[in-house]
């Protein structure tokens, strides 16, 4: 029996110590703080691209507004937008002559009078006419009589001159009364005209009495101000024509980001439809600036930067006038500088900080900051490419903790 129990209980001797050896290392285990995840990044060294955005729209830089010259009927306008015209070629519009006013009874009647009167005036006038002529050739065959009477000297000097000067003063009679009937002709039709009422014209427009709007320029039809026919006033726009390839970019900007930029700064167009950014060169920057409420109720100062685009006109043929755009300005552009994400930067006691990590350890590491963007700052000074940094710290990490990349 003896030979038979000691190997049971070495077993079980064996077997209890293994088992408080586990439980001993389980409690070593657990008490061991665990190392705190965290994302880590290292110092680069690039170039820094620092930009000030905003929003705008395109334009066309010369538009041509196209008025009417006189006052008068013009016939519907046929061109649509889009349709291409060529300069002093393109018929943007076709004009007449106004027709007349309708005439209540009393101007009607007081027409007709008017008429009668003339046609009076005009019987009268014909009638002296017909009178001095017939004087008249009776005033030619006398001054004949006298001159032969004279040649013949049954006559004297003086008679053969009160003859011619009658006679002459004869011709001029005949004369105004020409002129007379002329008058009183022109005063006639004068009447007529007046009596005329819309619809006894308003078929008989002839084209001597057409006005042709020609387009001033090689472009196409923006948009159109007026369509249908009518009778508009003298200076009435009718459509605005321009050049699409002559676009350019109206960026609003506030204007405490506006004095950063300077005339020939590169610039790149976003979010305007397309698959690609546009480039593009700042060209004018207004020197007076507005006030313009934004979304939220606030007044903004803002400024007007004209920018113009650089790419082929075949990459940006689907903009048009007044189109929505947003542009990003680079006010400069550093080349090999340290640089980190700003999510790793805060303040510490009023100076720009980082946590660095050290074999596992969080160190506190102050930097100086030079230049920044929306996301990236530069490092002039604490740091060196490689080392690691923690992003977005937070009041859980202290210095001297364990610390390990987040899987």
Request: charged content about 25%; overall charge neutral.
């Amino acid at each position: 029996m003896l030979k038979n129990t000691m190997p049971y209980a070495g077993t079980k001797r064996v077997a209890k110590i293994t088992l408080v050896i586990s439980a001993v290392a389980l409690l070593v285990f657990a008490f061991i703080p665990e190392k705190l995840q965290v994302d880590l990044i290292s110092v680069e060294n690039g170039d820094l691209i620092i930009s000030v955005e905003g929003e705008g729209k395109t334009r066309i830089h010369d538009i041509y507004t196209i008025y009417t010259p006189i006052e008068g009927r013009i016939t519907r306008i046929e061109s649509i937008a889009g349709d291409s015209v060529i300069a002093g070629k393109s018929i943007i519009a076709n004009m007449y002559p106004a027709n007349p006013a309708f005439l209540d009874k009393r101007s009607e009647i007081q027409a007709k009078a008017d008429i009668n009167g003339a046609e009076a005036a005009l019987e009268l006038a014909s009638s002296r006419m017909r009178q001095a002529q017939a004087q008249l050739k009776f005033d030619q065959s006398e001054y004949k009589r006298t001159q032969e009477l004279f040649n013949n000297k049954m006559v004297s000097k003086a008679e053969l001159e009160r003859a011619e000067i009658k006679l002459t003063m004869q011709e001029a009679e005949e004369d105004t009364s020409k002129a007379n009937r002329a008058l009183m002709s022109s005063r006639l039709r004068a009447a007529h005209a007046k009596s005329l009422q819309p619809a006894s014209i308003s078929n008989n427009q002839s084209d001597s009495c057409q006005i042709c709007i020609y387009s001033p320029i090689d472009g196409y039809v923006l948009r159109l101000l007026h369509k249908s026919e009518s009778i508009i006033p003298v200076g009435t726009a009718l459509v605005e024509i321009g050049d699409p390839k002559d676009l350019e970019v109206n960026i609003e900007m506030l204007s405490t980001n506006a004095v950063k930029v300077n005339v020939g700064d590169k610039a790149l167009i976003k979010r305007w439809g397309g698959m690609e950014d546009l480039a593009a060169i700042v060209k004018v920057i207004e020197p007076s600036g507005f006030t313009k409420i934004s979304a939220l109720g606030v007044e903004e100062q803002r400024v007007n930067v004209i920018l113009t685009l650089t790419d082929p006109y075949d990459k940006w043929k689907s903009l048009g006038d007044a189109f929505r755009v947003e542009a990003e300005i680079v006010i400069d552009d550093i080349k090999k500088v340290n640089k980190v994400p700003l999510s790793a930067l805060f303040r510490q006691q009023g100076e720009w900080s980082v946590l660095k990590v050290i074999d596992g350890k969080v160190v506190l590491q102050k930097v100086m900051v030079g230049k920044r963007n929306n996301f990236f700052a530069e490092i002039t000074a604490g740091l060196t490419v490689g080392e690691q940094l923690i992003v977005h710290p937070n009041n859980n990490i202290d210095v001297g903790m364990s610390v390990t990349q987040r899987l």
